[in-house]
């Protein structure tokens, strides 16, 4: 079956750094990617939108100079969070959308943690 | 912007019940997904419908596409200790591709 596979799973940081996540396909493509964020005990809000070869779509509230989304590839989307704050901490989850009709496939999510 | 309700928000149970959750949503969407996540790794999918009034099992999964496609339910048969997680149902926009999750329903079996 479909497999997304996202690095890192957890991370580190210190306040003002910047952190850069991959989310890969690796048995399809995928010409659509979201990012998602998880407070703990909350549900998956939808970040962004990530099209290979155009801009992302953010949604309302998420700063785009914030979270830099690069798609450059039918397998591969980054999000980077840059400058990153505590209160940026939290598990970030991509999903990647195959050709086929209403095909997601989660990664295993990413714990990030600034200091 | 769409929000999806999904309740019971947690439930504790005895192992062998039955459970069910729904979720309901002031607009429309073109497939219903549900979903179980355990700690610390990403949602699984369970159930995915695709046509109003749909009805897909699996194993101990039922899950159904309400007909004004604005709600869905899930049930689990005969709940066993692995049950343990929490389920997410999620609305899909062909137009956007976007998912929409609900909050979840925490799930907790005695054995």
């Known amino acids: 079956g479909a497999v997304v596979s996202q690095h890192p799973s957890w991370v580190i940081c210190k306040s003002g750094t910047s952190v850069k996540i991959e989310c890969r396909s690796l048995d399809f493509q995928a010409t659509t990617m979201f990012w998602y964020r998880q407070f703990p005990k909350q549900s998956l809000m939808l970040m962004a939108t990530s099209n290979e070869g155009s801009k992302a779509t953010y949604e309302q509230g998420v700063e785009k100079d914030k979270f830099l989304i690069n798609h450059a590839s039918l397998t591969l989307s980054t999000l980077t969070v840059t400058s990153a704050h505590p209160e940026d901490s939290s598990f970030y989850i991509c999903?990647?959308?195959?050709?086929?009709?209403?095909?997601?496939?989660f990664g295993s999510g990413t714990r990030l943690t600034v200091v | 912007g769409q929000q999806l309700n999904q309740s019971p928000q947690s439930m504790f149970i005895q192992e062998g019940e039955d459970v069910s959750m729904n979720c309901t949503s002031s607009s429309i969407f073109n497939t219903w997904l549900w979903y179980k996540q355990d700690p610390g790794e990403g949602p699984v999918l369970l159930i995915a419908?695709?046509?109003?009034?749909e009805l897909t099992s699996n194993g101990r999964l039922t899950a159904q596409f309400g007909i004004t496609r604005k709600d869905s339910f899930l049930n689990i048969s005969a709940s066993i200790p692995s049950d343990v997680g929490i389920y997410f149902c999620a609305g899909g926009s062909s137009n956007t591709g976007k998912l929409i999750f609900g909050q979840g329903t925490t799930l907790q079996v005695k054995p």
């Open positions: 419908l695709y046509k109003a009034g």
């Open positions: 999903s990647a959308r195959d050709l086929g009709l209403y095909g997601y496939t």
